[in-house]
């Protein structure tokens, strides 16, 4: 019986070489890697990973992108580079539609009832030239060419003249660094270039321009969180006495004192993909009443004003350096105009 398991022992002992010698190749191939193998499908699922995962040259369009579509919001987010130059293009559409109610309740009923209709249709083409003085400083020149219909109980007619000069410069105190809240310094000085409401004879005419020149100055702030960018934007304007010349019943308005208006707005844009953007913005401006002095020695006060705009947008990149963008704005108080449409395209070079 002894002898019987150590002849078994040694049969499965033989087995197990003749069985190794079978596996071994008779020849060394080093060019074949036994381990290669099972590393094989990791590597296709790696390869797969990193094609369809979102890399720094994507993250850096999207980041484009939004800075193109923050650039159309307010023209304050994105700097051009020293010595760049950039057209930009702006076609503006502005409509306000009043309804006044004029009653006489001197007597205890009402009298002279009747319903008057003011409608104001505004076509503004702006060509802007932004220039790079500084790698942080951009200046810019706007000059704006308007179209404006109006209709009322006692005009009715079209003018087509210039606007409001703008000049101005936006500058960039720190420089802007990924996942850090991006700070923009803006100035503008407007010229009254355009017709002067204060100047208009009531029924004869059209005012393109606000008449009296004014100095703002901002602070613009904005952080990408790619693909979301989120901005807000405070704002100051004081304008310098004008002189007017305007018949207002039986007295003249010889000058007018415009008051201190503050704004703020805050919104965000979003990256549908590489070449769509959206964004949603609200902007509302409070401005104190002016001050209006007659030939007769007599002064009024005009009670103040608030105006609120929700807008709506998109951009459309076209090429790397072309991004056209389209909103949409909604008057939210009732100085406000009732709807505006908004289409610009920049040129840089």
């Known amino acids: 019986m002894r002898f019987y398991h150590q002849f078994c022992l040694l049969a499965a002992v033989l087995a197990v070489q003749v069985h190794a010698q079978e596996a071994t190749p008779s020849a060394p191939a080093p060019a074949q890697t036994p381990v290669a193998a099972p590393d094989a499908k990791p590597s296709i699922e790696n390869a797969v990973r990193d094609a369809l995962g979102k890399n720094d040259s994507d993250v850096e369009k999207s980041n484009q992108l939004l800075s193109q579509t923050l650039t159309a919001v307010d023209k304050s987010y994105t700097l051009l580079k020293r010595g760049e130059k950039q057209l930009t293009y702006d076609l503006n559409y502005t409509y306000i539609g009043q309804q006044t109610i004029n009653t006489d309740l001197a007597s205890g009923t009402p009298t002279l009832f009747s319903i008057e209709n003011t409608n104001s249709h505004t076509f503004t083409n702006s060509f802007s030239m932004d220039y790079g003085v500084l790698n942080n400083l951009t200046g810019n020149v706007t000059l704006p060419l308007v179209s404006k219909y109006a209709q009322s109980a006692i005009h009715d007619g079209i003018s087509n ?189």
């Open 161 to 349: 003249t210039f606007g409001d000069i703008n000049v101005g410069a936006r500058y960039q105190p720190f420089e802007a660094q990924r996942d850090t809240p991006s700070m923009t310094v803006t100035g503008r000085l407007s010229l009254p270039t355009g017709t002067s409401p204060f100047k208009v004879i009531s029924g004869s005419g059209l005012a393109t321009g606000a008449g009296a020149t004014s100095l703002s100055g901002g602070l613009n702030v904005n952080q990408i969180v790619d693909p979301v960018a989120l901005f807000g934007s405070l704002n100051l304007t004081y304008s310098l006495p004008a002189v007017a010349s305007q018949l207002l019943g039986t007295d003249e308005l010889v000058k007018v004192q415009p008051g201190v208006a503050f704004g703020f707005g805050a919104g965000f844009a979003y990256a549908l993909s590489y070449s769509i953007t959206t964004s949603i913005s609200f902007q509302e401006s409070i401005s104190a009443g002016a001050k209006l002095r007659f030939s007769s020695g007599k002064t009024n006060y005009t009670s103040s004003q608030t105006s609120g705009v929700l807008s709506i947008g998109m951009g459309y990149r076209v090429t790397p350096k072309t991004t056209i963008n389209t909103s949409v704005g909604i008057g939210l108080t009732a100085n406000s105009p009732n709807m505006s449409l908004d289409f610009t395209v920049p040129f840089s070079y």
